[in-house]
């Protein structure tokens, strides 16, 4: 079962699964004249949501946060066909803040 803000993080998404999303109107006007600074801010919302979801797994499930550090890895070993699986960042240290979010 999802957390309350987990699922409302999802909720506020799903319309826009799979998509990219960018958070450009967040910065100042002057950084968003900076290409390689908006590609910072552009991200896969389906790659998001997978890393939120198992963060909240883990920690329904009481794993440890570097328990991360091993699943990833054998995720994209698994799922090779996966584009999702593939391009999951997820290590302890952004697992924790989203823990924290």
């Given at each position: 079962?999802?957390?309350?803000?987990?699922?409302?993080?999802?909720?506020?998404?799903?319309?826009?699964?799979?998509?990219?999303?960018?958070?450009?109107?967040?910065?100042?006007?002057?950084?968003?004249?900076?290409?390689?600074?908006?590609?910072?801010?552009?991200?896969?919302?389906?790659?998001?949501?997978?890393?939120?979801?198992?963060?909240?797994?883990?920690?329904?499930?009481?794993?440890?946060?570097?328990?991360?550090?091993?699943?990833?890895?054998?995720?994209?070993?698994?799922f090779?066909?996966?584009?999702?699986?593939?391009?999951m960042?997820?290590?302890?240290?952004?697992?924790?803040?989203i823990?924290?979010?």
């Open positions: 079962m999802l957390t309350s803000s987990g699922s409302d993080v999802l909720k506020e998404n799903n319309n826009n699964n799979g998509s990219t999303s960018n958070l450009n109107h967040l910065s100042s006007p002057s950084a968003n004249k900076d290409k390689e600074e908006q590609s910072f801010f552009t991200f896969n919302l389906a790659i998001l949501k997978a890393e939120i979801l198992w963060t909240l797994d883990l920690i329904e499930t009481d794993f440890s946060m570097n328990s991360v550090n091993k699943s990833i890895p054998l995720f994209q070993e698994m090779t066909d996966s584009e999702i699986a593939k391009n960042k997820l290590g302890s240290t952004k697992a924790s803040y823990h924290l979010a």
